[in-house]
């Protein structure tokens, strides 16, 4: 599977993005798909996540009612939907897939930076 990401900008507070990851590949083996977010100097965490074979999804708390992470299997694109956006929100986006459920994400896209100013 490759991942590659697109969307990021500049963008002020309250406005909105769209980031998307088109993927490739044996993506019939996948468990799911998520959006991750590092700010420089920190660790990389999950954002929302969408499972493979029935699109049940999750988000952290700090991005529920503003984000939305969708498939679309038209364009093979896995979209992450972000508004109200803060400053907080401010970080290096990457998509990630993985095959099985408890095992770390293994396939990783290089990432697109979003910064919100206020």
């Known amino acids: 599977v490759q991942l590659v990401e697109s969307g990021g900008g500049l963008v002020q507070a309250g406005d909105s993005l769209r980031l998307s990851c088109a993927y490739s590949?044996?993506?019939?083996?996948?468990?799911?798909m998520g959006w991750f977010r590092q700010d420089p100097g920190k660790a990389r965490y999950l954002v929302a996540r969408i499972t493979w074979s029935n699109g049940a999804t999750y988000y952290i708390d700090s991005v529920k009612g503003r984000f939305t992470i969708s498939r679309d299997n038209a364009k093979n694109t896995v979209n992450l939907q972000m508004n109200s956006l803060k400053p907080e929100d401010t970080a290096a986006y990457y998509c990630?897939?993985?095959?099985?459920?408890?095992?770390?994400?293994?396939?990783w896209g290089q990432g697109t930076q979003v910064t919100v100013s206020s």
């Open positions: 590949g044996r993506t019939f083996t996948l468990y799911d």
């Open positions: 990630a897939a993985r095959t099985k459920i408890y095992q770390a994400y293994d396939v």
